[in-house]
């Protein structure tokens, strides 16, 4: 989902993003810090962060992942590009509450995927459009989830993103323990024009040189609420920007607030 700065890394990547794209398990760009490029080890214990092992083989992935967020004992929620998608390989189970990508936390097998009716599987900023989906476990979990936010914070307001992904923009070198990058909510024009709007929010990075990237997809995005704990504001989705390498930002994300009705219903529906 994300390209390189100079010509030579830009047809590396497009390789490699384009592998993804297809297979629609890039795990995403909104920032590709450290694994989030330059992020940092997770400083906090995050009980709802969750992680989706899946594969392309046919595009040479064989040890990929994506980010979730545990909304509900039962459920969580990813980017819709990080469960479907050609020649994509789900393992079929997700990990909750771990701070390790392969150990740790809770395990349970993934019953059912739904994803958003909207969403488009595409390019550039195409891709981007309501690329969120839920996956329902096979039993209850007893991590407590995380409270999706009654709306995003506003422009300008610090956020959190948290992920497995990729450490370095031109290579699938995933990290094995969770990180995390302080950012914040950019305005809309921020973005490259028709990226951002109200259900994609633009995110730019609070530290240099750093971003989500691929494998951090469908990761949440953190926003503080009134009493201080850490709420549901968005879902890794992608690159903010055309022909940008992961570390240069911006990233997008899917606005959850924005689709909390469809979320209420879909749980209510496969109860």
Known sequence: MFSLKSARRRAVRTTAVGALAVAACATLMTGSAGAIVNGSDATERYP?????PESAPAHGLYD?????????????????????GDGLELDG?????????KSGGTVRAIERTVVHPGYVNGAGK????????LVRLDRPVAEKPIRIAERAARPGTPTRILGFGTTVDTEMKFAERLQELDTRRGSIAECAPGYADRTRLCT???VPEA????????GPQLQKGRHGRWELMGATSGPGAPGVACSDGPGLYSNVPAYAEWIRKTVKHHA
């Open 204 to 206: 730019i990075s609070r």
């Open 48 to 52: 709802f962060m969750a992680t989706i």
């Open 93 to 101: 189970i997700v990990r909750i509450g771990s701070s390790h990508r």
């Open 64 to 84: 990929g992942t994506c980010g979730a967020s545990l909304i509900d004992r039962q459920w969580v929620l990813t980017a819709a590009h990080c469960v479907q």
């Open 126 to 133: 195409a891709a981007n459009k309501d690329d969120i989906a």
């Open 211 to 218: 971003m989500a990237c691929f494998g951090d997809s469908g």
